[in-house]
């Protein structure tokens, strides 16, 4: 089983400014995923970025970085520069790793964080 | 690359009718296919994984005659909400994965369904 929890309900950056959101998770599995999607006003889901568990790096994607505690199960995401278009709820997910074949695991999702970005 | 399509993007309809929710993706084979019901600034609730040629397989709680599911091809799943009430009235997602890569799940735009 998992589970993923966001304990910030809402942040506010301004523009320009960083911002970390939180995540922690739980899972039995030894090989899993970690992702964040950001959902902003169209509600459209968009990945953000991608962690595959069994990496110590963390991934990076522009502006957009995480810093993965495996240890500690703690998955944050930390935006640089943020700009207007970052407003949206952003959501913190773990997927088991796909074992083989054509069956995927579930993704579990955390309550997610709206963040408002400020002019 | 990697983009799903849902169709209708909104749809209203009166109580007691029949809804049919289509998910496609277009440029890229998908086995599995989840849809999602999501409220108002909360988080995304699976209902069901859809596995081409094969039954779904429903998450605890969700009423399988009432969400019906059929995933015929490798590029489209549908989603049926018969005998619409208003608490089904919600906003439906559905995502898909790409075979032989890796997990990541590709969301499709969504669909708001209004029940009067």
């Known amino acids: 089983a998992q589970t993923v929890t966001q304990s910030q309900p809402e942040m506010s950056v301004q523009e320009a400014e960083t911002v970390t959101l939180s995540c922690t998770y739980d899972t039995s ?9 950001k959902q902003p ?3 459209q889901m968009i990945l953000v ?40 709820m952003y959501f913190c997910a773990s997927k088991p790793r796909n074992a083989g074949g054509t069956s995927y695991g579930k993704l579990t999702f ?3 964080t709206i963040l408002t970005v400020h002019p | 690359g990697a983009v799903v399509s849902q169709h209708p993007s909104r749809v209203i309809c009166k109580s007691g009718t029949s809804v049919k929710i289509e998910c496609r993706s277009l440029d890229f084979q998908a086995t599995t296919m989840f849809w999602y019901r999501q409220f108002p600034k909360q988080s995304l609730m699976l209902m069901a994984t859809s596995n081409e040629g094969s039954k779904a397989t429903y998450e605890q709680g969700v009423e399988k005659d009432k969400f019906l599911i059929n995933h015929a091809s490798l590029t489209l799943s549908t989603l049926t909400v018969t005998s619409a009430h208003p608490e089904d009235s919600s906003f439906y997602i559905c995502s898909a994965g790409i075979i032989g890569a890796t997990d990541t799940q590709y969301f499709g735009p969504g669909t708001r369904l209004t029940v009067l």
């Open chain 1, 49 to 88: 970025i991608r962690q595959e568990a069994y990496k110590q790096q963390n991934a990076t994607e522009n502006r957009f970085s995480v810093n993965f505690q495996k240890a500690a199960k703690s998955f944050s995401l930390k935006i640089s520069d943020s700009q207007l278009g970052d407003t949206a």
């Open chain 1, 29 to 37: 599995e030894s090989n899993y995923y970690l992702f964040w999607y």
């Open chain 1, 110 to 112: 955390g309550q997610g």
């Open chain 1, 41 to 43: 006003p169209s509600r």
